[in-house]
């Protein structure tokens, strides 16, 4: 998938990171959002018996979008990390996503909400079955 020119538009910044490098870590403030150009991201979560990998993220996917759409003021649920070799990322201009998201229709955010805080609750019950299993 090859990122979009919407994403562009919101492009600031670009940042290089090594292999296995950490961009985001679990539990941290976190108000940047993402795009990946060259690479993967390994999203990572912490279980009762190890961390548990959610999901591999390629070129033209998005991460920190959760900490910056949740009700949880920027509070990261998980962690990122690059897998494979180094990972180009695309930093999004949060203040004007920020001010974008502010104009949505408060039913809409709500959904949007409501979406994210399913998706915390699907990736903490695929966590509890990966502890099970171990």
Do not use: W
């Amino acid at each position: 998938m090859h990122t979009d020119q919407i994403t562009y538009a919101y492009m600031a910044d670009e940042e290089m990171h090594p292999d296995n490098a950490v961009i985001i870590q679990e539990g941290s403030k976190s108000d940047v959002v993402f795009v990946i150009l060259e690479g993967r991201v390994k999203i990572k979560k912490k279980a009762p018996k190890g961390t548990v990998t959610l999901a591999t993220l390629r070129e033209g996917e998005i991460l920190g979008e959760m900490a910056f759409l949740s009700s949880e003021e920027g509070a990261s649920s998980v962690s990122a990390v690059a897998s494979g070799g180094p990972v180009r990322l695309g930093l999004l201009d949060i203040h004007r996503m920020r001010r974008e998201y502010e104009s949505v229709d408060p039913r809409l955010k709500g959904l949007i909400r409501a979406l994210m805080d399913r998706l915390k609750k699907t990736n903490a019950r695929v966590c509890e079955l990966v502890a099970e299993e171990k």
